[in-house]
């Protein structure tokens, strides 16, 4: 029985033109209507069948037309020795891994704490300055009050003489 792309496709549940793909790039043998529409058998839907399994899998197209796909190559076993040699390698490596970000860490700390002790010394002078001014001017109020005093003269703000006339 020879079934045309378009049942294939419903079989499989793919597009017509993935089929025809398929044929094509695995070489797959098809007879071709007057048409030269493929015409597929049984065995040609069961290789198709299996080509979607594999890509399913994850296997790439170009190792299921070079039939390296899990079931034709063996698995590659290691033995115990080798494993930790391996192991004992990735784990030195960790380490060197987790001494360098740790080492960085510190110099991103240290270049941060060094910024903040100069904002608050820059801050501390400011403070200081503020502190002068505020004696300073603590200083000429009082002598002022004592000049005031002294010449028995109430002393009124500049303000209040302009409407005194």
């Given at each position: 029985m020879l079934l045309k792309t378009k049942q294939v496709s419903d079989e499989l549940g793919v597009n017509p033109t993935t089929v025809q793909r398929w044929v094509?790039?695995?070489?797959?043998?098809?007879?071709k209507n007057e048409?030269?529409?493929?015409?597929?058998?049984?065995?040609?839907l069961e290789e198709l069948k299996s080509i979607k399994?594999?890509?399913?899998?994850?296997y790439s197209m170009e190792k299921i037309k070079?039939?390296?796909n899990e079931k034709s190559s063996p698995i590659k076993v290691i033995?115990?020795?080798?494993?930790?040699?391996r192991l004992d390698r990735f784990t030195v490596r960790?380490?060197?891994?987790?001494?360098q970000l740790e080492e960085k860490a510190n110099e991103v700390i240290t270049v941060q704490v060094?910024?903040?002790?100069?904002e608050?010394?820059?801050?501390?002078k400011k403070v200081t300055s503020l502190e002068e001014k505020l004696v300073e001017l603590e200083d000429h109020t009082s002598i002022q009050e004592a000049v005031g005093q002294s010449s028995g003269k109430v002393k009124r703000p500049w303000i209040m003489s302009l409407f005194s006339f």
């Open positions: 094509k790039y695995f070489e797959l043998s098809c007879e048409k030269g529409h493929f015409l597929f058998t049984n065995d040609t399994n594999d890509l399913r899998k994850g070079g039939g390296t033995s115990q020795e080798s494993f930790e040699q960790l380490e060197q891994l987790e001494r060094l910024q903040h002790r100069s608050l010394d820059e801050l501390v």
